[in-house]
């Protein structure tokens, strides 16, 4: 079992940068795929980003790709997602998601084990 608390949400203007931390506790970090999802009301949940258990493998979705960063660092068990360039259509709840799994389809949902409850993510024109 793990607990995901995702953190580093707001509002920002467009162009700005957030950076969302995801802070594991519980079992072994390192023993977890990571992954970053948003969804915004009435629309299914999106795959943005995942990074590895090694951190050797790093995804990412083609509508962030450039602008979003996934990284882990496992001394302080988080993983965050550096977000540049933002834009309005970004704005959406973003959650933090794991994996026990090595391989799973990263961009299901239902692929992945543990979410935490998000954070909300607002970007102003």
């Known amino acids: 079992q793990v607990q995901l608390v995702e953190s580093g949400g707001g509002l920002v203007q467009a162009g700005g940068s957030l950076r969302l931390s995801c802070a594991a506790s519980g079992r072994t970090f390192s023993s977890y795929g990571m992954g970053w999802f948003r969804q915004v009301p009435g629309k299914e949940r999106e795959f943005l980003a995942a990074?590895?258990?090694?951190?050797?493998?790093?995804y990412y979705a083609d509508s962030v790709k450039g602008r979003f960063t996934i990284s882990r660092d496992s001394a302080k068990n988080t993983v965050f997602l550096q977000m540049n360039s933002l834009k309005p259509e970004d704005t959406a709840v973003y959650y933090c998601?794991?994996?026990?799994?090595?391989?799973?389809?990263?961009?299901?949902?239902?692929?992945?084990?543990?979410w935490g409850l998000g954070t909300q993510v607002t970007v102003s024109s």
């Open positions: 990074v590895s258990r090694s951190g050797g493998g790093i």
């Open positions: 998601a794991a994996t026990l799994n090595a391989y799973i389809n990263y961009p299901v949902p239902a692929s992945w084990d543990y």
